[in-house]
């Protein structure tokens, strides 16, 4: 569904940077911000929240470990036991290498897979530029439209390459 | 620091741009703006290849036809063609597999690690390094196959269910948890160099016209905008597979030395194998980093991406994982003199004045002293020295797996059974035919695909900027001297 938005352009990141800062200042909405690298204390300006794809990676690895463990535990004592050099059934230690890959292994795929999902990217998306050369060598400030005029006002004093409305699907 | 940035800031509406007066950025040259940084790089794909280009591909290529054909007939006949005997099972196949593992774990250093340690020096060479990891890592994966005699059967090394018990693998055995470690390696340096290159694929999407170029570039790229509320998800999501891929790189060489050090042969049989192969595989990485970086920027013109500073930086690790090395030669001996084992001590005599001695020699000569050369400003400054000692690292690293593997078992415990190893034409053959492999990738890679990662460039050169912009914050890194 296509909405309608406020998107100003910007050659440089410290004039976006700024504006951010004067934005937030009021407690005006942003929509988000389109950039070609990633700013560093954006997220700060912008006030986003701390990302929770931390948690999947913790929870994934868990899983991963815990699966290893058992199924080496599985095979190597219930099913068919082996003696191994009189090394007993349950050799705990020995199966520790193997749980710490399958930990990187699940934790490390699960978190791409999130990060994926959350950002909804997918092979064969139709990507939705804001405006051309954002992954070039422009940024783009997109605000939601709304009735009145002060983020208007803000980002015409910013000194902006380009104002315009727009309506977009992001 | 700061009061540059105030006169920066307090330079510009008098008139000058402010990128005159900001400190230029340490690790590129000049100040390109955002918009040449992407031609720079992507101009040396859209390009055609040039003359120096197309002579190391036909190399490479003729090299992997070899190895066509050399691993057609050893699955025709079986590893009998090899130079391999009863006393000597394992040689060029399992010195190779090791020689290319360690190749990888630079790539790995210097995306994980080095991201770690906000090292900015990473960031244009980085790209080439993870493709190097993963190259390296296939052709490393090659050896085990091959060696197996039967490689139809290969996946009886994965526990399956199965009809014969079922009969699962032996997790007890370093061979196993290598079979694991190796393949989460490759999984985990595929996803991370894949994770790097999106948003530099949709700024190739973006410059690219309608077409089969922009419908690939379309489909690798996952639909990435440039969104700052991903942008910043990602940047979380870079540095948890940084942390994972820390400690996955050092587990990987210390499992393959159990290969070896749990064995009771004398010269495997040692606790000091774990750090000592992890730190020698970063040795040999580098050296290899540092021949392809060499090669890159010189045949696709990247010098201001890859400077001298980058070269300097690298040799420097080189000096330090190279003494580090050296000083693991040093305590092998040590042990065995203090030891007191008979045949450990007969071990090292004879790795030292047996037949084998001229390899011995090639391999101290190649990571002990060559080294050592960087610690003078001249020779870390002068590309030709860096590129001859490079080489000349991996030729004295792959000696030292030779050396490991083939001296320690060609005299056993067992006199009567000593024998001597020499390589046939298909062990040589399938040894060059290897690095056919890598370099026919490695040079196709940085023909199709951004070699220099242009976002993270990007950031590096903006920082001073965005410096600008919170001078209040404190902790962002300084990098804009110098």
């Known amino acids: 569904m296509a909405r309608e938005f406020l998107v100003a352009t ?19 909405k942003i929509h988000d911000v389109y950039a070609p690298y990633p700013i560093h204390g954006l997220d700060q300006a912008m006030r986003l929240n701390r990302t929770r794809l931390p948690w999947v990676t913790l929870i994934a690895g868990l899983c991963g470990c815990g699966v290893a463990l058992a199924f080496q535990f599985y095979t190597a004592v219930l099913d068919w036991g082996m003696n191994v050099g009189g090394k007993p059934d349950n050799s705990t230690l020995a199966f520790l290498p193997i749980a710490f890959e399958l930990t990187v292994l699940a934790g490390g795929l ?21 405006v051309e050369g954002v992954t070039d060598n422009r940024f783009a400030l997109v605000l939601p439209k ?25 | 620091m700061s009061s540059m940035i105030q006169a920066a800031e307090e330079g510009r509406p008098g008139g000058l741009p402010y990128q005159q007066i900001l400190p230029a950025p340490r690790w590129v040259d000049g100040h390109p703006t955002l918009g040449e940084i992407t031609g720079d790089v992507v101009r040396a794909m859209e390009a055609r290849p040039g003359k120096g280009w197309w002579i190391c591909f036909a190399i490479a290529l003729a090299a992997l036809g070899n190895l ?21 099972g394992w040689a060029f196949d399992i010195t190779n597999f090791v020689f290319w593992v360690g190749i990888g774990h630079a790539g790995t250093l210097i995306s994980a690690i080095l991201l770690l340690f906000r090292q900015q020096w990473r960031n244009s060479i980085n790209r080439s390094a993870e493709a190097m990891t993963i190259f390296a890592v296939m052709c490393a994966g090659l050896f085990p196959l091959l060696h197996m005699g039967r490689p139809w059967d290969a996946f009886f090394i994965f526990p399956y269910p199965n009809q014969r018990g079922p009969l699962w693998v032996n997790f007890r055995s ?17 996803v991370f160099w894949y994770l790097g290159m999106i948003p530099d694929l949709a700024t190739l999407r973006d410059r690219a016209a309608q077409g089969i170029k922009k419908a690939v570039f379309r489909l690798l790229s996952l639909g990435w905008n440039g969104s700052h509320r991903t942008w910043s998800r990602y940047e979380m999501v870079s540095i ?52 392809l970086l060499i090669i890159t920027r010189q045949t696709m013109h990247l010098e201001r991406y890859i400077t001298m500073r980058h070269l300097d930086a690298m040799a420097r690790v080189l000096l330090l994982t190279g003494s580090i090395v050296s000083y693991a030669y040093a305590t092998e001996f040590f042990s065995a003199w203090f030891g007191g084992n008979l045949y450990e001590r007969f071990h090292f005599i004879n790795r030292a004045t047996g037949p084998y ?44 797996r030779f050396i ?42 940085i023909r199709v695909l951004p070699m220099v990662a242009i976002w993270e460039v990007k950031g590096t050169v903006g920082h001073g900027a965005h410096r600008m912009a919170l001078s209040d914050d404190e902790s962002a890194p300084e990098v804009a001297h110098g």
């Open chain 2, 174 to 190: 370093p061979l196993v948890w290598d079979v694991v470690a190796i393949s989460t390696y490759l999984t985990i340096s595929l």
């Open chain 1, 10 to 28: 910007y050659s440089d990141a410290n004039s976006l940077m700024k504006t951010v800062e004067t934005l937030r200042a009021e407690n005006l």
């Open chain 2, 68 to 88: 066509g054909v050399m691993v057609a007939y050893l699955f025709a006949k079986g590893i009998g063609i090899w130079g391999l005997n009863s006393s000597v």
């Open chain 1, 110 to 130: 699960a978190t791409v897979a999130a990060l994926l999902l959350r950002a909804r990217l997918y092979p064969g998306r139709r990507e939705c530029l804001i």
């Open chain 2, 357 to 400: 001695a001229w390899g011995f020699y090639i391999m101290v000569l190649c990571n002990a002293i060559t080294p050592q050369l960087f610690w003078f400003r001249k020779a870390r400054s002068s590309v030709a020295v860096l590129f001859v000692a490079s080489v000349l690292v991996n030729v004295g690293m792959w000696f030292e």
């Open chain 2, 240 to 291: 948890i597979l940084a942390g994972l891929a820390t400690p996955l790189v050092v587990s990987v060489h210390t499992i393959v030395s159990m290969d070896f050090a749990t064995s009771l042969v004398p010269g495997w049989h040692a606790t000091i194998f774990p750090p000592y192969f992890v730190a020698g595989a970063i040795y040999s990485g580098f050296g290899m980093v540092m021949t």
């Open chain 1, 146 to 170: 709304s009735d009145s005029p002060r983020p208007r006002q803000i980002l015409e004093q910013s000194g902006p390459d380009k104002l315009e409305e727009k309506e977009a699907e992001l």
């Open chain 2, 404 to 445: 490991i593997i083939v001296v320690s078992l060609h005299r056993g415990f067992l006199p009567s059974s000593w024998a001597m190893f020499y390589p046939t034409v298909f062990d040589m053959g399938i040894l060059v035919g290897a690095f056919g492999l890598f370099f026919t990738c490695f040079l196709l890679f």
